[in-house]
């Protein structure tokens, strides 16, 4: 089996960042042979994120076809929030949690809810596949359902996603609600702004 | 809860009018309220199929906007081989093993695999919901996966068919490669021109 990048979408948020690493980490658990990468560097709530759990960001592709045949797509679906070429690469998955703008060459495999993140959805596909999250990615995939949902405020928020960000938030082993908080003001020029004052 | 429509495709194959079947089933299982429906009447060999597994058609619409506000896609996803208004209802879910071609309005549920039939992904489907497929729907996502595979000798055919064939020939109470010959004739024109021979 050869290597397939798996990438979330242009000017990454915190999700799109943290959904490739998750779903390419559960892939190779069960016996893919996956990169997560992503189309831009972490913006600063994403940063402060990685720091917190002690992870560092994915490796930035311009382009997919001269490293790969095969790409996955996790939080899009569209081509125009993708890499510049995915329109000359294999689309084999797809996991996402957004309306739909998509056209394939080939069948593929997506799993789409409309949950408040992309992120909610792969702890769905952990607990069907009975892979164990590493702690600190837990802690990752909860501060995306964070960032996704506003801290559990957002009109996108479901019942799943409360019942993710308390699961996660145990094997992380932080308080979501203080955390949150901090991350999401990490991610604001306000933040910034009385760093700096 | 409003009631949702589930069909598959114009011109209906046997998996077409199957997986509608199959689908609205497990929905109305696990606490939805759908409705299988069909964009035409079955053909021969789905004739065959529902006569011998003592099923009814599902009825026939022309239109869905002037009875639900939302429908559920099977076996198919692109909209010209869809309900002629499905622009003007909302899709909330699909179930299909084609390429896509997919453009939505509002986030929803996708279950998508590079399967050899839809019911083969519903078999999953009812497996992961841990309900009990009936003998007859058993015979009937059985002859839905015999003729989108033609009994297991076509190139889309994966190791999933395989199985899902033998789990639900076991179900259906039927030796499944007899009972596919005679399915797969009652399709052909050969098999309707020797009966009048
Ligand atoms: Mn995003
Ligand atoms: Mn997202
Ligand atoms: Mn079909
Ligand atoms: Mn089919």
Redesign the interface.
């Given at each position: 089996m050869t290597k397939k990048l798996v990438f979330g979408h242009a000017n990454p948020d915190t999700d799109a960042i943290v959904a490739a690493m998750a779903y390419s980490y559960l892939l190779n658990q069960t016996g893919q042979e996956t990169e997560a990468v992503a189309l831009g560097t972490p913006n600063e709530e994403t940063q402060f994120a990685l720091r917190h759990f002690d992870a560092t960001a994915p490796r930035v592709i311009t382009a997919a076809k001269p490293e790969v045949n095969s790409v996955i797509l996790v939080d899009h679906n569209e081509a125009q929030q993708s890499v510049s070429d995915v329109a000359e690469v294999e689309i084999s998955a797809i996991v996402d949690?957004?309306?739909?703008?998509?056209?394939?060459?080939?069948?593929?495999?997506?799993?789409?809810?409309?949950l408040g993140a992309t992120s909610s959805i792969l702890l769905k596909m952990f607990n069907?596949n009975k892979v164990e999250i590493p702690a600190n990615l837990a802690g990752l995939m909860l501060s995306a359902i964070i960032s996704d949902t506003l801290l559990l405020k957002s009109p996108t928020t479901t019942e799943f996603d409360k019942i993710a960000v308390q699961t996660l938030a145990e094997i992380a082993d932080v308080d979501y609600e203080t955390y949150g908080l901090e991350m999401l003001k990490a991610g604001t020029n306000l933040a910034t702004k009385s760093e700096l004052d």
């Open positions: 949690h957004h309306k739909f703008n998509l056209t394939t060459a080939t069948p593929l495999n997506i799993r789409a809810e409309a069907e």
